[in-house]
């Protein structure tokens, strides 16, 4: 039996409210609004993924599957000093792809499950998991298709995770609720419905405070902590 991992968010918040870290063999989501810290989240575990496990990190390498172009390897550079560790080492150890359409990510973790297969890695991302379903699917009578391909992907990201031992970290957007009440503080809800609902262990909501502020809640797990937790987003990744 593979045994779980857990990798810092950089922020001692964040990790409590997830009991240690980002968890391997399984999937993590973030969703929120524009500028909420999903992405600066995915830069920062990007070095911390390759910190030493008694660190709290995950002594491995990392893929990161871009579909929205907003990847940025100069981010990495202050994130991986602010760890103490070495900028182009760290930058040579994530492996990056851009993905252009929906096939064309799912193509991309089957090539990468050959490289995990080889080498060890510790951490999968994908920003954003839903972007391309949501331009490759936009008309109205594609929703079924769309949810069909996205369950796919998502029960393949979640077999890489188990037989690599890899901690998968997914960002979702928001959408705005069409009703039924249940939103009535905050009229937003991640996209996906039930397929992603049902595939994400570990669902963060995240939005801005003031300044570089965000807080954090976990979405829909009636046993998890409740109460929200707030972390920065700085030049050196996130923190508390
Ligand atoms: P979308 O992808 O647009 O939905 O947003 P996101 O949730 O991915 O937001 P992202 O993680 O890109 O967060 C952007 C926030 O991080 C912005 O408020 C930026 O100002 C902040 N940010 C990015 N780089 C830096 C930096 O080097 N220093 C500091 N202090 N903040 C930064
Ligand atoms: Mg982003």
Known sequence: RKSVVRITTGSQALDELLGGGIETLCITEAFGEFR???????????????????????????????????????RIVPIAERFGMDANAVLDNIIYA????????????????AKMAEEPFRLLIVDSVIALFRVDF?????????????????????KIAEEFNVAVYITNQVIADPGGGMFITDPKKPAGGHVLAHAATIRLMLRKGKGEQRVCKIFDAPNLPEGEHVFQVTSGGIMD
Request: charged letters at 20%; proline letters at 3%; glycine letters at 10%.
């Open 98 to 113: 851009r993905a252009y359409t929906y096939e064309h990510q799912y193509n991309l973790l089957l090539g990468l499950a």
């Open 138 to 158: 936009s008309g109205r009578g594609e929703l079924a298709e769309r949810q069909q391909k996205l369950a796919q992907m998502l029960s393949r990201l979640t």
């Open 36 to 74: 909420s810290g999903k992405t600066q989240l995915a830069h920062t575990l990007c070095v911390s993924t390759q910190l030493p496990i008694h660190m709290h990190g995950g002594n491995g390498k990392v893929a990161y599957i871009d579909t929205e172009g907003t990847f940025r390897p100069e």
